[in-house]
């Protein structure tokens, strides 16, 4: 069974720092683009981050950039969200997903994603 497990959220304060992981199974992921998106009470899912299945492309959302970095690792299986500097309007819920044949490139279309996790909750608050 092929499935996305986010972890890694929790409570932080304005400034503050977060690692979110998205660990993959069930399928190689090396042929998966991964996507990092967010999805706020009352408002819609927002792309936030994604990296090629080769890992040789990224690309952020205005809104993160230079604040988050998105990473890989296909020995683990893992890709992570480091999430720097963070603000009371990054709190989402964020879900990794996985796009297939998608290996030097990224979309920010959430459509576009094969597999979804169920999300990891990450509020900002002092």
């Known amino acids: 069974q092929s499935q996305l497990v986010e972890s890694g959220g929790g409570l932080v304060q304005p400034g503050g720092s977060l690692r979110l992981t998205c660990k993959a199974s069930g399928f190689v992921v090396d042929y998966y683009a991964v996507g990092w998106f967010r999805q706020a009470p009352g408002k819609e899912r927002e792309w936030v981050s994604c990296?090629?299945?080769?890992?040789?492309?990224?690309n952020y959302a205005d809104s993160v950039k230079g604040r988050f970095t998105i990473s890989r690792d296909s020995a683990k299986s893992m890709v992570y969200l480091q999430m720097n500097s963070l603000k009371p309007e990054d709190t989402a819920v964020y879900y990794c997903a996985a796009e297939r044949d998608r290996i030097k490139t990224c979309v920010t279309t959430p459509g576009e994603y094969d597999k979804w996790g169920q999300g990891t909750q990450v509020t900002v608050s002092s």
């Open positions: 990296v090629s299945g080769s890992g040789g492309s990224t």
